[in-house]
């Protein structure tokens, strides 16, 4: 498609205030505003659903179908232009090849495939949990617990651990310490529950949850006096 200019003088502001754009600029202009659409989005559904567990955090996980709708959203005005290209190079009423247009189809489907298959590879826990709801398990052991540094540029502590449930069902979590700690420090469950189980201060611990994506709604120990 070319090498693509912003306006005259070389700002991106030019493309959101002039009228007499050329159509690769209205191009530009869409990608833009996409970038910043998914961006917004992600921002807005890390902020709300950022809880590690809770309905919550299960319904974020549907949240997140929107950033590939919105992916695909903005491809199709990119593949109806290149299209459009070829359409006119076939028909003899545009000069060039059709490798170009053809080429930038191959790229966006890759990317649409791409985006797609990560999602449905992410997204296919969910639609299990949501098809067979939550479930409750009793007398759940906590297995395995450590601190770990997490990889990366900022390193955090880590508490990784195993629930096991009576019928050996289990699931690890990789939860950050210092937010786990105070969680449970101000009484919140399910991680109060969860989190002295494993340090061994309290026992016969409690859980409802979705057992595919593991996030745990509810939980509780004998020590809580709770009736469920």
């Known amino acids: 498609m070319g090498t693509t200019e912003t306006g005259p003088d070389g700002s ?13 600029q209205k191009l530009y202009r869409w990608l833009i505003i996409g970038c910043w ?12 659903f950022i809880d590690d567990w809770g309905q919550w955090r299960f319904y974020g ?3 997140a179908m929107g ?30 090849g059709v490798v170009a247009p053809l080429l930038g189809l191959g790229v966006i489907g890759c990317v649409l495939w791409l985006v797609w ?3 449905f ?8 949990d949501w098809h067979r709801g939550t479930v409750r398990h009793e ?15 900022r390193s955090h502590r880590e508490y990784v651990f195993d629930l096991v449930a009576e019928n050996g069902t289990e699931w690890s979590y990789r939860i950050r310490a210092s937010v786990m700690k105070e969680k449970a420090e101000d009484d919140r469950e399910p991680y109060a529950s969860v989190y002295y189980t494993c340090k061994g201060e309290e026992d016969g611990l409690s859980i409802v949850l979705y057992e595919h994506t593991g996030i745990i709604t509810e939980a509780w120990t004998n020590q809580a006096g709770q009736v469920h």
Request: hydrophobic share 50%; charged share 10%.
């Open 12 to 24: 991106v502001n030019y493309l959101f205030t002039s009228k007499n754009l050329a159509y690769r």
């Open 67 to 96: 950033l590939p709708l919105l992916v695909l959203f903005f491809s199709l005005r990119f593949v109806w232009a290149l299209l459009r290209r070829l359409v006119r190079v076939v028909c003899g009423r545009a000069s060039g």
């Open 121 to 128: 590879m992410y997204q296919w826990p969910y639609i299990e």
């Open 117 to 119: 298959h990560i999602s």
């Open 139 to 153: 007398n759940v052991a906590c297995q395995n617990f450590h601190t770990e540094l997490s990889t990366g540029k």
């Open 37 to 48: 659409v998914l961006m917004g989005y992600a921002c807005v559904s890390v902020i709300v």
């Open 61 to 63: 996980g549907f949240a």
